[in-house]
Structure formats: C-alpha cells, structure tokens
C-alpha cells in the first residue's frame, strides 16, 4: 500500500511561483508513474502533470494544455518524492492538488491508483 502526503500549498499572488511536493511511503516509489491533479470547487478533478515511472526507457512527462508552458513535474526517487514547480500563477489556477501514484499515467488519469488528501493552492488577483 502506497501513502501519498502532499504539501507545500498556500495562499499565494498572481505571478507568483510555488512548489508543490508529494511523498510516497513504500519501497516501489520509482516504478510507480506520478501524477498531479487539481479539483476547484463545483468543478470535476482535472489533470495537471504526470511523469513515468523508472520502468519506461526514460522518463516521460506530460502536462494539460493549461499546465504545459507554466508548471514542470519532477522526481526524486532517492526521497520518494514527486514535485509540481508552478510558475506564473493566475488565479484560475486556485484549486485542491492531488498527488497520484499508479502502475502508468493511463490508470492515474482513470481515478486508478493511490491518492493523497490534497493541498490547497489559493490564488489571489
């Protein structure tokens, strides 16, 4: 069983940057894909970044449109840990962040896998 906390979130100012940072418990960090989400309120759970895991021939990232020019995903399998740097923020990017660990980004992005409790990102204008 996989445990995921995430932290680093806050209260923050448009423009501003902040890291976002999610640690997994257990042995088989590395060969799990990562991912993060993000759910607003009234708004369905939408994905954010997700990055492979040590199993794929290199490591592969991926971003939603919103995400892909501002936030960058990283890892750091020697402290079980998986990051989200977001820059630029906008107060659209207000929101619960989730952190997920599955077998591939497929069964992540399906609502598969292990989930933390989230961290909250507010954004002020």
């Known amino acids: 069983q996989v445990q995921l906390v995430e932290s680093g979130g806050g209260l923050v100012q448009a423009g501003d940057s902040l890291r976002l940072s999610c640690e997994a418990s257990?042995?088989?960090?590395?060969?799990?894909?990562m991912g993060w989400f993000r759910q607003a309120p009234g708004q369905e759970r939408e994905f954010v970044a997700g990055?492979?895991?040590?199993?794929?021939?290199?490591?592969?990232?991926y971003y939603s449109n919103s995400a892909k020019d501002r936030f960058t995903i990283s890892r750091d399998n020697a402290k079980n840990t998986v990051y989200l740097e977001k820059t630029s923020l906008k107060p659209e990017d207000a929101a619960v962040y989730y952190c997920?660990?599955?077998?591939?980004?497929?069964?992540?992005?399906?609502?598969?896998?292990?989930w933390g409790q989230g961290t909250q990102v507010t954004v002020s204008s």
């Open positions: 997920a660990a599955g077998p591939s980004i497929l069964i992540i992005r399906t609502g598969g896998g292990h």
């Open positions: 257990g042995r088989t960090f590395s060969t799990y894909a």
């Open positions: 990055i492979s895991g040590s199993d794929s021939n290199s490591l592969v990232t």
